[in-house]
């Protein structure tokens, strides 16, 4: 098998990851988009490409895998159908937003001859990767206490930058918990350690002014998580939190020493040891940057994310040619799911504690099976069937959701 047939569903973040694609020996020969300037886009990067506007008539297409890049809040349908199929499937983003889905996709994931993975590109940045390779060489001792921050705020008061990223007061933007995009600070810590979450509970910071511009649904700025997992170390984690200033940070902590990546220092790490625990080789307190493979620096030149979108699809590819299962597969994904899903509940009923179910038991996932609450609007206009803000009553203003309206009408 030479080039792996790949089918793209969405081009909003679709089409900026063909690069990557095609670099990790991808063809791509299908997509589906609604947006007429993103399929224009597209074709312009893979003119030989066939666009669908409906997904029924897609994965009709012959094709070997499909990367979804819908919206956040809809994988799981779309991931089930392509399973369905046995056709592979790679999501952009959280495999699923309720527990019930979680439980749908595993037992199609179990029931199909292809495989699900996410895409989840932060652990691929080489300071993530060398944390890996040091902790595994086993110089740290096994992990007491890690933590993982993804901060990524927005201006609050760029109103062209928010409604561009929030076409409506519906989209599902307005309306995330900050549980809920977890992916970029708990991968990691999972891929490093190799650790999974059994318990959590969380607590919110909060919040925005009342004078900000946005019409924000959601004021709290972060989410702080706590886990216990399945060694009894512990994780703190964020989803994507809002404050201080944009940065994503992560530090294991072992029993004879930690490694951590430095904030503001260019992927550098930071390897410290306690001066009765040095390994031979090492010194007590090592600061370096690390770096990736010679041989995979030219394609990693126009690859997103410090190179790190490109280890995802080679990983990918590279699955689905060595018939072998890829370590971010469906269990990975549900269970940061459910840690995102169960961190929110906690904070509406006050920092409580949940067990995270291990979707690997099936008696474990009859529990979740009719679990659909949910933050987010449904494709026909649903109503959410839970808060999605720890002020469980907050609503923007109305002079703050005339003022989006106002700056809607004016982009479109």
Known sequence: ???????????GRGRSLFTSMLAAGAEIVAVCEKDERRIEEALKIAPEITVYRNFDEFIEHPMDAVMLCNYFN????????CLERNIHVLSETTSNTTMADGVKLVRAAERSSAFYMIAENYPFMVFNQEMRRVYREGTLGH???????????????????VVKLRPSQEHWRNNIPRTYYITHSLAPLMYIT??????????????????????????????????????????????????????????????????????GS??????????????EGREEHNYYKPEFPEEDKPLLE??????????VFREFINCIREKRHPEFDEYFATTMASVAILAHRSILEGNKAFD?????????????????????YGKNGEAPTQPCCSEIDYKPSAEKLAAYESALKERN
């Open 266 to 279: 260019g992927n550098k790490v930071m390897l410290n040891y306690n001066k009765w625990d040095i390994p």
């Open 143 to 161: 992990v007491l206490y890690a933590e993982g921050e993804y901060n990524h705020p927005l201006n609050p008061n760029n109103m062209a930058e």
């Open 74 to 81: 809809e994988h799981a349908e779309y991931a089930v159908r």
């Open 194 to 263: 190799g650790q999974r979450p059994v318990k959590v509970s969380a607590m919110p910071v909060y919040g925005y002014s009342e004078d900000v511009t946005c019409p924000l649904n959601v004021r709290d700025r972060a989410a702080i998580i706590t886990t216990i997992n399945d060694d009894r170390s512990v994780f703190r984690i964020t989803g994507c939190s809002a404050f201080g200033c944009h940065e994503n940070s992560y530090r294991i902590c072992g029993e004879y020493g930690q490694i951590e990546n430095v904030r």
């Open 302 to 311: 126009k690859a997103g994310h410090g190179g790190s979108d490109f280890y």
């Open 356 to 376: 995270i179910p291990d979707f690997h038991r099936e008696e474990e996932r009859v529990l979740y099976e009719n679990d659909v609450l949910t933050p987010f």
């Open 1 to 11: 098998m030479d080039k792996i047939r790949l089918g793209v569903f969405g081009l």
